[in-house]
């Protein structure tokens, strides 16, 4: 359980958040509101991972994935947001949630840390200028296609 979070309008509480953490894999994320308000029912969440320094890193907001919450009753609301990519870079994060409708309703910045572990998720290595100045990792290849020689492609292709 989380402790009681600072809110800006009390109408919704965070009560808990569990990460996953491995490096390459997908990292889940589960968030548990609690409505103190009767009269509030209908929100969105958006979820901040930021990194070490404070840079906000991914901004990942519930209605880009076509989720809002429909809060109907008093029971606690559960969701989970998956995070598949893009690859987190080696280092510690946290989550800053926040819940909104019209605006931000609540919010509890450092909700969660979580690390992700030195061991980068590509087949083959290098040192660490080959990644020093990303964010984030990518899924990609790379894929020699034909050697060219430029005097002969270069004539043919201006015939073309």
């Not at 009390?10 to 958040?17: A, K, M, T």
């Not at 953490?21 to 929100?43: C, E, G, M, Q």
């Not at 969105?44 to 009753?73: E, K, P």
């Not at 290849?141 to 050697?147: G, H, M, P, S």
Request: glycine residues 4%; hydrophobic residues 40%; proline residues 5%.
């Amino acid at each position: 359980m989380l402790p009681e979070a600072p809110t800006a309008s009390g109408h919704i509480r965070l009560v808990r958040s569990r990460e996953g953490r491995l490096p390459a894999d997908s990292k889940v994320f589960s968030i548990t509101t609690r409505r103190s308000d009767p009269n509030f029912k209908r929100y969105f969440l958006s979820v901040h991972i930021v990194d070490s320094i404070g840079r906000t890193v991914l901004q990942l907001d519930s209605r880009l994935a076509g989720m809002w919450v429909d809060h109907c009753n008093n029971a606690d609301v559960v969701t989970r947001l998956e995070l598949r990519t893009p690859w987190l870079k080696p280092g510690a994060y946290t989550l800053d949630i926040f819940v909104c409708n019209a605006g931000v309703v609540d919010q509890y910045s450092e909700a969660a840390h979580f690390k992700v572990h030195p061991n980068l998720p590509y087949r083959y290595s290098a040192s660490e200028d080959a990644w020093a100045n990303t964010l984030v990792f990518a899924d990609f290849d790379w894929e020699q296609l034909r050697l060219v020689d430029k005097g002969i492609a270069g004539r043919s292709d201006l015939r073309s």
